[in-house]
């Protein structure tokens, strides 16, 4: 039994835009401020200075929570056009809220990477901080023998997987990260990519998404677009 | 029709006239040549008449842009200017944007004759400068006839927060949206060939919560494109239910917003 | 736990005490010379030194306020202070409670707005604990406060109450709770205590602080107890401010 | 060498222009024909690493390892962990053992590659630092996060892309006693020192672990059941190296787009310190022995494509030809 | 880093004007809480509060630790509240304000020195193992109140937790995982709940859950605890504007109501999450039982 990934956004009025994600047990809340005043040893002349701060639901901040920062920073830097507002600081918070395990290991926290991920590049368009393009990540497990690949797999079907993947993609099917580990050919490599990349994208408005849904459910670039699709129509209701 | 970022354009109608300028709005990035690039979620809007290109949406922080009206609080008087901070519409905002306010920026002032601000006043003021480098300037006279025209400081009274795309509305850009809303529709339904029967209450201009409490309440209000909304009136009952009624018209049509303000004045 | 026998039968605490009488208070002021005022408290055995250096410019500009002075307090335990030799770090959250408490209180009786963008400097050093310690650095603050000339609007006055149990043996009539006035470290340790400051010594209190468990209806017994304890400091603080003031001008005089 | 390619309008040194305009000064170079990295080597080739093992004396294993101008060293220092933990009055064996469905023994046995028990009693502990004056943005003080996440980069490299080394091999057992109970183990401090650093750190520590680790020997440690403690036997020919699994090495990327009129982005192999600063997007790439890939990292730009990760991967496994035969020829 | 903006004058004269004619910003009246919402999450010990728009959430978790050498038979219990940049941007993190040490002390007062959990239940095997119990504090948001909202997050958090059975076998001790044994709740003695008051105009007003620009502008404030059975837990009132000790006494009186209601609230939200999911659980086992 799968439960079904959701997300929502904007509903921390105090924060310039807000967003949770959760997938399987996963689930987290990210808040985004700025652009706004910024440290003066961080401040950059001809850019926007972008923090990402990652909280544990437990415990204090330690090495894992300092390497999710470093990984989702440079998944958000490429994508947010920071030139726009030199000088400031965008600041991106992360907060667990539940992880797939209780177990501090590898898989768990590869686990946290996608929703993590999401949920920060939802808050980010729910701030309207300028961005080049939009981003949704997802994790693949490459199973060991009948080499299945199972897309936003459990945390029990990681632990059996080859190999496990957290890939993340443009609106447009670019691959903008990666984070692959296990042992793997290229050739299963690339077919893990293509499974990422169909839950990924998401089709142009208007388009006709009819097809997409025969295809069993919603991919993680469709329910994206969803919930900001809603907070747009609700921001307009007033024309009606 | 919604656009995310990094989304391709579709086709831009030609201008109007020849030699007519593309002008692109909020949300949107022109690279030179001739490429322009959708960098924020929102609905894109075409005005085919002015030729120009925009994103409507929602936000709650405030970036400063030449010749808005904005309400902001002072923070401190240097020898020469007073320092504002301009809140945005997270309440209560920490400070965020510092802006310069000269105190010579005020209409027929002089070293002597100039208005005296303390820290913490509330003033109604123009943006004269804003430039993603340098921190705003502020003026508090029309730039076309050098007069008041209701800038300055704003006394008494009480300052209540609304998310950006409300203090726009509040300030009539709503009404432009509709017209353009309604030419479009007129334009569709001649294509279909049907006769389309403009009922004009049909879509709203976002402000009628304004326009019925003004038919029947005394008070004053400013509205800041910063998301800020200053209400004074003679009784704080009446600034409140103002106020309050103004921040629950965010997400209501026309018509609720009517059916809003005529519970709340029952209640007064 | 044993429970100590902390009300004899004949109706004695444990030092000898009647339930509303305070402990032996003693205080001296001007104790050093290096400081704008000081003063010594020993109540009970509980040993207080105070500090205050002030008005004077602040050393950090977020000090600086244009309302007026801006008190800061630093309290420090003497490691022998109390039964087991225990540090406690700068950053200890208990002390830094006790220090914003203090500091929000003389806040309050101060006269800050004569002294604008300027700093009071309260310092206490506790040399033996022996319960009512908030207490007594409230009083011994006003008085250090008082040798420094720094203007207040009245004597800051606080005092302990606790609640006592009665058990009523044979006769149930005879149960019930007792207020007690001024807690030792004994009585602290195993009754219910408050610790009321006022201004004045008058009904309004200023610092209230309670941190066991006890009836709601017990509070108000506890809370005159230590409003009446209140006023009784006031006057012996008064005195010894008059006296200390009159032993100044009759050495000036000489 | 840079000045040909600098336009001549230019009054000023090259190494002014590199600093005025970081990203044109490495545009430019790359624009020349054949394409040039201002260090004089080609986007694809690695700079030669050197390797010298057991250089410390106190450690119980060490190397040096050196590319280009990055070097680091690291040692290797195992110690015993008692399981009967507490002396005297304290003392007592209580151990805390999680039930699972499938495995009584608490741990789930080998599936993670040994990973939870490694994980449970930090049997592994690793750490690098940067050294004084290392590189020109050394900051005295507490780690940078800069050295913080690259410490946890080469830890989850050690303990869950490779399972390097299995727990078995630090356990040190009872052997006389009927069943085989795991009386303590040995933990492994890893310490990596950074002494000069221009770019690509990763590389040069990983290859620096393993071929310190390779270089590890360790006294026989047993259970004395009379003494009721673990001793080591102090005879040096009774030292036994680490049992390790298979070889992995990693090889690093940068990548930087914008590159010919179309755009076309080149992906430096090995990056120096400059390129780091100027190219946002990188990739990482661990190949195992037998060229499987064991772990892929990418991020902070979208111009390399499948294409170009497919190309990261035939470079890493070059790569990793020249780093195995290094260390094999180090350790003989 | 950003501070947090002062009202403005008119502002400040404005919301105490209004106070004077009974009037608050939010039209609530002086002694009313704002909307108080509470969800848990799917793991036990997870509690999301919302109080008006603070927001925070308490996380309990459990694990086998060493109980300290000088209480032998308890277990250990902590609290942390961070303030983080989520809540305002004006919290920095790493750093400790004074309004987090206070917070901090509060929370430890009103809940763990007032003994609402029995640690020594929490004791395994004396003087080796027993039971850690942490309850991690995260707020998402700051509109005032933060004292209130995160003891009722903690407190329902804590009812809401299952830690997982043990049993002891000589010198072995055996977690059993959640579907082996049905996992134990703490044992709860008493639920405390902190109201706060802020006073106005020399103390003639004083507000039950003051908003973040109400609490801006208090001149003083008294955070009273309390149990639904009467009990004073813990009162600080530290320092600020001298009140009558009778409107004091009052407060205290008033604060018990609203404790007594609060406490129901919680309870009746408990009650809630629990049939549901004791429904859930008969729903998986008969569709468990089905394919066999």
């Known amino acids: 039994m799968t439960i079904p990934s959701t997300a929502s956004l904007g509903f921390l009025p105090r924060s310039d835009g807000s967003a949770s994600f959760s997938q399987g047990r996963t689930s987290v809340i990210a808040s985004v401020n700025g652009p706004m005043e910024v440290r003066i040893r961080d401040e950059l002349p001809q850019e926007a200075y972008i923090e990402v701060i990652v909280r544990p639901a437990i415990g204090v901040t330690g090495t894992r929570e300092k390497y999710l920062e470093s990984r989702l920073l440079s998944a958000l830097k490429p994508i947010i056009l920071r030139s726009n507002h030199p000088r400031t600081l965008i600041q991106i918070v992360v907060q667990v809220v539940q992880s797939a395990g209780s177990e501090d290991n590898a898989i768990t926290t590869l686990l946290l990477l996608a929703p993590s991920l999401n949920a920060a590049v939802l808050a980010l368009l729910d701030a309207g901080v300028p961005l080049k393009s939009v981003l949704s990540a997802t994790t693949v497990a490459f199973l060991k023998g009948s080499g299945k690949l199972i897309v936003e797999p459990e945390l029990e079907d990681l632990k059996k997987a080859a190999s496990k993947h957290v890939l993340a993609f443009t609106s447009a099917g670019l691959l903008g990260f990666v984070e692959s580990e296990g042992e793997f050919e290229y050739e299963d490599f690339e077919r893990v990519v293509e499974a990422g990349r169909n839950v990924c994208s998401a089709g142009r408005e208007g388009d006709d998404n009819d097809t997409k849904m025969d295809t069993g459910g919603q991919g993680v670039g469709e329910l994206m677009r969803k919930v900001v699709r809603e907070k747009v129509e609700k921001d307009l209701r007033w024309r009606a | 029709m919604l656009v995310f970022p990094g989304d391709p354009l579709p086709s831009i109608p030609p201008p109007p006239k020849a030699n007519t300028t593309l002008k692109v709005g909020p949300g949107l990035t022109h690279t030179p040549p001739d490429n322009i690039v959708v960098h924020k979620a929102g609905e894109l809007n075409i005005d085919e008449r002015r030729h120009a290109l925009w994103i409507e949406g929602n936000g709650k922080r405030y970036i400063p842009s030449l010749n808005d009206v904005v309400i902001v609080t002072v923070l401190r008087s240097t020898s020469d200017a007073y320092i504002c901070t301009i809140p945005s519409s997270i309440s209560p905002a920490p400070s965020s944007t510092q802006a310069m306010l000269p105190h010579l920026a005020f209409p027929g002032a002089t070293k002597k004759t100039r208005p005296q601000l303390y820290p913490g006043c509330t003033v109604y003021a123009r943006i004269s400068l804003a430039n993603k480098h340098m921190d705003p300037e502020l003026e508090c006279y029309d730039a076309e006839s050098q007069k008041a025209e209701g800038f300055g400081e704003l006394k008494g009274g009480m300052v209540f927060n609304v998310s950006l795309g409300m203090a726009r509305r509040l300030l009539g850009d709503g009404k432009k949206i509709r017209q353009l809303r309604l030419k479009q529709r007129k334009v569709e339904a001649e294509k279909g060939g049907e006769d389309l029967a403009t009922d004009d209450e049909e879509i709203s201009n976002g402000m009628e919560v304004l326009e019925e409490l003004g038919r029947v309440l005394p008070f004053e209000v400013a509205v800041g494109r910063n998301g800020r909304v200053w209400v004074d009136s003679e009784e704080p009952k009446v600034t409140l239910c103002v106020g309050r009624c103004i921040q629950q018209s965010e997400f209501l049509t026309g018509k609720e917003q009517r059916a809003l303000v005529r519970e709340a004045l029952k209640k007064l | 736990m044993s429970r100590h026998e902390l009300l004899s039968p004949e109706g004695l605490r444990i030092d000898g005490r009647r339930w509303n009488e305070l402990r032996l208070f003693e205080a001296r002021l001007s104790t050093t010379t290096a400081a704008d005022g000081s003063s010594y408290v020993e109540w009970g055995n509980t040993k207080i030194i105070c500090t205050v250096a002030g008005p004077v410019e602040p050393k950090m500009g977020s000090n600086r306020s244009q309302d007026g002075a801006t008190v800061v307090v630093e309290v420090c335990f003497a490691a022998f202070s109390g039964n087991d030799r225990k540090k406690r770090a700068r950053g200890d959250k208990r002390v830094q409670e006790m220090q914003t408490a203090l500091q929000r209180t003389f806040s309050e009786a101060i006269l800050t707005q004569l002294h604008p963008r300027s700093e009071i400097l309260i310092t206490l050093h506790i040399l033996s604990q022996d319960g009512s310690v908030l207490a007594a650095c409230v009083n011994a603050c006003t008085l250090a406060l008082v040798d420094a000339g720094v203007p207040m609007s009245d004597y800051v006055v606080a005092c302990t109450a606790g609640s006592y149990f009665v058990r009523g043996g044979n006769n149930p009539e005879d149960e019930g709770e007792d207020p007690l006035l001024d807690m030792n470290n004994l009585e602290e340790a195993d009754l219910p205590s408050v610790t009321v400051g006022t201004i004045g010594g008058g009904e309004k209190i200023t610092l209230l602080q309670l941190e066991t468990k006890v009836r709601l209806e017990k509070l108000e017994g506890m809370m005159a107890v230590a409003l009446d304890g209140c006023g009784k400091l006031r006057e012996l603080m008064d005195e010894i401010v008059r006296a200390h003031g009159n032993e100044v001008v009759r050495r000036i005089a000489l | 060498m840079a000045s040909s390619t600098t336009p001549p309008v230019l009054s000023f040194p090259p190494q002014t222009f590199q600093k005025l305009s970081p990203s044109s000064y490495l545009l430019r170079h790359l624009q020349s024909t054949p394409p040039i990295r201002p260090s004089g080597r080609s986007p694809n080739v690695f700079r030669e690493p050197t390797i010298h093992t057991n250089s410390l004396s106190h450690a119980h294993g060490s190397a040096v390892v050196r590319t280009g101008d990055t070097a680091v060293v690291c040692g290797v220092r195992g110690e015993i962990l008692s399981l009967t933990n507490g002396e005297g009055k304290a003392k007592g064996g209580v151990v805390v053992l999680r039930s699972s469905e499938d495995n009584d023994e608490g741990f789930v046995g080998e599936e993670d590659g040994g990973e939870g028990e490694l994980r449970a009693r930090s049997l592994i502990v690793t750490n690098l630092e940067l050294g004084t004056g290392c590189s020109r943005d050394y900051h005295p003080g507490p780690p940078s996060d800069f050295a913080q996440t690259t410490t946890s980069r080469l830890h989850r490299l050690l303990l869950s892309t490779t399972s390097l080394i299995s727990p078995e091999s630090l356990r040190i057992s009872d052997t006389h006693a009927t069943e085989i109970e795991t009386k303590a183990y040995w933990v492994l401090y890893i310490d990596i020192l950074c002494i000069s650093l221009d770019g690509n750190i990763l590389d040069t520590a990983w290859a620096s672990v393993i071929a310190a680790l390779r270089s590890t020997r360790l006294p026989r440690a047993y259970w004395d059941a009379d003494l009721e403690a673990v001793v080591c036997d102090p005879d040096l020919a009774k030292y036994t190296g680490l049992q390790l699994g298979q070889l992995a090495f990693t090889a690093s990327f940068a990548v930087i787009s914008g590159v010919g009129d179309d755009g076309k982005s080149v992906i430096l192999s090995d990056p120096d310190e400059f390129e780091e600063s100027v190219c946002e997007e990188s990739v990482m790439v661990c190949i195992k022995e037998g060229g499987k890939i064991a772990r892929i990292e990418k991020g902070g730009g979208l111009a390399c494509g499948m294409e170009g990760l497919g190309e990261c991967v035939h470079r890493a496994r070059n790569r990793f030809d020249v780093w195995e035969r290094l260390v094999k020829s180090a350790l003989v | ?292």
């Not at chain 5, 009722?152 to 579907?179: W, Y």
């Not at chain 5, 405390?192 to 103390?203: A, D, E, L, Q, R």
């Not at chain 5, 209601?261 to 919680?266: D, L, P, S, V």
Request: charge should be negative.
């Open chain 5, 1 to 292: 880093m950003p501070r947090e903006l002062e009202p403005s004058t008119s502002e400040k004269t404005f919301v105490l004007e209004a106070l004077k004619q009974k009037l608050r910003i939010d039209g609530r009246d002086f002694e009313s809480f704002r909307g108080l919402e509470l969800s848990f999450g799917e793991d036990y010990g997870l509690a999301d509060v919302q109080l008006g728009k603070t927001r925070v959430l308490a996380r309990v978790s459990a694990e086998v630790a060493k109980p300290f050498s000088d209480r032998p038979f308890d277990g250990i219990f902590q609290i942390t509240t961070e303030l983080g940049p989520m809540a305002s941007p004006a919290f920095e993190t790493g750093r400790q304000t004074e309004q987090e040490v206070l917070l901090a002390r509060l929370i430890e007062k009103a809940i763990r020195r007032s003994g609402a959990i029995d640690t020594e239940s929490l004791c395994i095997v004396a003087g080796q193992k027993c039971w850690q119990v942490r309850v991690d504090v995260h707020f998402l948001h700051h509109d005032g109140g933060l004292v209130d909202a995160s003891c009722i997050a903690v407190v329902a958090a804590l009812q809401h937790f299952r830690r997982p059975d043990v049993s002891v076998e000589g010198e072995k001790i055996i977690i059993h995982t959640l579907t082996e044994r049905v996992p134990v709740p703490l044992s709860i003695l008493h639920v405390p709940i902190c109201v706060t008051y802020s006073f106005y105009h020399g103390g003639e007003i004083s507000l039950v859950d003051a908003t973040l620009q109400e609490e801006q502008l208090r001149d003083g404030d008294m955070t009273i605890t309390l149990n639904k059975f009467g009990e004073v837990c813990q009162i600080a009132k530290a320092g600020g504007l001298p009140i009558g000790a009778l409107a004091l006494l009052q407060c205290a009186r008033v604060a018990l109501v609203k404790v007594q209601e609060i406490t129901a609230f919680i309870q009746k939200r408990l009650e809630e999450d629990q049939t549901l999911r004791t429904r859930r659980d008969n729903l998986l086992e008969s569709t468990a039982e089905n394919p066999r």
